[in-house]
């Protein structure tokens, strides 16, 4: 059996690149921590670090076995806090994933109205990427996660209860910014901003369902910034769609909002909220209920697809 403290210190040089600086983390000698990682590998039977005077970079396969250590260490962290919350007698709480980040819109309000009903219940949020949202899901160490789209994971139940408006970020002299709505079409001419980051992905996949056609393509600009971070981008010709944001704008303001509309009005994106279904935590019970109360539907008299 592998000691989870050789974990921390491998995980540590991981993140730090030194193992003098991972040694000063637990306040040890670096040789002390250096002879314990060594000791570690050749347990394993395998390089986990390329070491040189630079520091310590990890091997292909070290790669591969940190992310399951760090896996382990985690579990491990969560299993302490959840018995010493038992041990104290510990109000209830809800770990909620977020797949975008928590600024206004639905969800938002959701979560208000939630922690003002069950004012003794603790809400634990925490931003990731869908992967590893739906493996936090798996492993237990989140309740519920809430982006777009559906899990295709045979244990993960998947629920819309609700949907975000979409809206275009656009300078306040664009032609459109006149205009107290605009169409799909209208944006062809654009340059549109997203983020690599989630909810980019079902943006930019929106954004060409809806602007795609043979021989034309939608101008795309992904960056490595949040979605908040786009906002200061957009001039010109640039604009960003954006959703569960902060929308409002007034006189004198450099950047307007406007909802696009198409065939059917304005554009909404179904959310998902996904949980585990064995897990039997009151805090997500009440959270389902809650929600379904809200928005006038359950997920236990009916599945819904999740769009």
């Not at 809400?123 to 899901?137: D, F, G, K, P, V």
């Not at 160490?141 to 949907?163: L, M, Q, T, Y």
Request: one cysteine or more; glycine letters at 6%; a neutral charge.
């Amino acid at each position: 059996m592998i000691e989870i403290h050789l974990l921390r210190y491998a995980l540590a040089a991981a993140d730090t690149g030194s193992f003098r600086q991972a040694a000063d983390q637990f306040r040890i000698k670096q040789s002390t921590l250096s002879k314990h990682v060594l000791y570690l590998e050749q347990r394993l039977g395998l390089s986990i670090f390329a070491r040189s005077t630079r520091g310590v970079v990890p091997t292909e396969s070290g790669t591969a076995f940190l992310g399951r250590a760090r896996s382990i260490v985690d579990e491990v962290d969560a299993l302490d806090r959840d018995a010493a919350a038992i041990a104290g007698g510990q109000r209830d709480t809800l770990r909620v994933g977020l797949g975008y980040p928590l600024v206004s819109g639905e969800l938002s309000a959701a979560l208000r109205s939630y922690a003002e009903t069950y004012a003794g219940t603790t809400i634990e949020a925490t931003e990731q990427s869908r992967a590893m949202l739906l493996r936090s899901l798996v492993t237990d160490r989140i309740d519920v996660a809430v982006f777009p789209g559906r899990s295709r994971v045979p244990e993960i139940r998947s629920f819309s209860f609700w949907s975000e408006r979409v809206s275009v970020a656009m300078a306040a002299d664009h032609p459109l910014a006149a205009r107290d709505w605009i169409y799909w079409t209208d944006l062809r001419a654009c340059r549109f901003l997203v983020t690599a980051a989630e909810p980019g992905p079902d943006i930019a996949q929106m954004i060409r369902a809806r602007l795609s056609a043979p021989g034309q393509d939608p101008q795309l600009d992904t960056q490595s910034v949040s979605p908040e971070s786009l906002l200061p981008l957009v001039s010109g010709n640039r604009v960003a769609v954006t959703f569960g944001m902060r929308q409002q704008s007034g006189p004198g303001d450099a950047i307007v909002f406007r909802a696009p509309h198409d065939a059917f009005g304005p554009t909404r994106i179904e959310q998902g909220v996904h949980w585990r279904a064995a897990n039997r935590s009151s805090a997500l019970a009440a959270f389902l209920e809650h929600v379904a109360r809200k928005f006038g539907c359950t997920p236990f008299e009916r599945e819904r697809e999740v769009i």
